[in-house]
């Protein structure tokens, strides 16, 4: 979490590959993501990333895009089909797969995008503000999705998002940034165990944690 523009999703996209560092490295895994300007290629094939939009291809039926980094890794089709047909069951939207995505609900569609992330079993996932285009309740849901799915497909998850609670939620650590160039101000860690359920949200432990991290957020406002 960080103020607006102080570059959480430039620092994603500098984890995820798909912008250069100016400086410093990425290591996943004792491998260097970045060398010389260029992202490692193997290093890459262990990280997926979602966006805040789902950024599904509109010509593609909802199996043929989570199957897309498949096939663009040479995967057969039967085989790759099959991988999509397991995600869509995981994620609940089995019976869409041969839907348009237009023919989805929002929240559909993000299940369908986080889908695609997930086919090639990343270790990394790396989600900037995946709901933040959802309303309440279908954030909710799919906080409690997002890690009954995770705990299916458990691996190192990195999300940005600009709700407070929703980071306290999910999180088993809340990095609070400073204002640009972001700086690490705190590392919250958060011990509830999982699977968390939503009522946690009104417990005083929960609450307390989220205070602390308004409290750093708000100092790097500078308000
Ligand atoms: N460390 C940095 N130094 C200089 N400019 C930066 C840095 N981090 C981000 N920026 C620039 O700041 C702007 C906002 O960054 P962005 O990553 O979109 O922020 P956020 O996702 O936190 O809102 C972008 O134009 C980006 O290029
Ligand atoms: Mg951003």
Redesign the pocket.
């Known amino acids: 979490m ?10 994603l996209r500098v984890l995820g590959g798909l912008t250069a560092p100016s400086g410093g490295a990425v290591v996943a895994d004792g491998r260097a993501v970045w060398s010389e300007g260029r992202a490692d290629r193997q290093a890459l094939t262990q990280l997926a990333m979602v966006f805040q939009e789902a950024n599904l291809l509109p010509w593609f039926s909802v199996v043929d895009n989570i199957a897309l980094p498949l096939r663009l890794r040479g995967v057969p089709r039967a085989e790759r089909r099959a991988e999509a047909a397991r995600l869509c069951e995981l994620v609940g939207i089995a019976g869409f797969e041969d839907h348009r995505p237009h023919a989805l609900s929002v929240g559909m569609r993000h299940r369908a995008a986080l889908a695609r992330a997930l086919v090639e079993s990343p270790r990394v996932l790396l989600l ?1 503000e995946p709901f933040a285009a959802l309303d309440a309740i279908t954030r909710e849901t799919m906080n409690l999705e997002l890690e009954r799915i995770w705990l299916a497909r458990p691996c190192t998850a990195v999300l ?1 998002t600009h709700a407070i609670s929703e980071a306290v939620f999910l999180a088993d650590r809340v990095v609070s940034l400073s204002a ?3 700086r690490v101000l705190a590392i919250t860690d958060v011990p509830f165990l999982r699977p968390r359920p939503l009522d946690l949200q009104h417990e005083q432990d929960f609450q307390g944690l989220v205070r602390g991290v308004r409290s750093y957020l708000t100092a790097a406002q500078g308000g």
């Open positions: 960080g103020p607006s523009g102080c570059g959480k999703t430039t620092l900037d940005v640009r160039p972001a």
